[in-house]
Nanobody, 118 residues
């Protein structure tokens, strides 16, 4: 069983930046972030493998950067040029899949709120 602890959410104005962190209690191949806005399904933001391969949603490419510290079992999401449509609960996930997806029955954190005001 892997436990995930997220931090770094908050309120920011449009155009601002936030950095999310997620620490895992053990090593796991794929880690990343998904988000869910009210009334919407949970969607991919970005994932990263232990080897450094990444996958981004088109909506965040060029604005968000995912990185990982394998020694600390921690994944980061640097979010720049934030937009009101980025407002959502951001969930850290972790799983064993090599295709950089995190499945519903993999490991998930409790979520952290990101609110971007216009």
């Amino acid at each position: 069983q892997v436990q995930l602890v997220e931090s770094g959410g908050g309120l920011v104005q449009a155009g601002g930046s936030l950095r999310l962190s997620c620490s895992a209690s053990g090593s796991i191949f794929t880690m990343g972030w998904y988000r869910q806005a009210p009334g919407n399904k949970r969607e991919l933001v970005a994932t990263i493998s232990r080897l450094g391969s990444t996958n981004y949603a088109d909506s965040v490419k060029g604005r968000f950067t995912i990185s990982r510290d394998n020694a600390k079992n921690t994944v980061y999401l640097q979010m720049n040029t934030l937009k009101p449509e980025d407002t959502a609960v951001y969930y850290c996930g972790a799983g064993s899949s090599a295709d950089l997806t995190i499945r519903r029955d993999d490991y998930w954190g409790q979520g952290t709120q990101v609110t971007v005001s216009s």
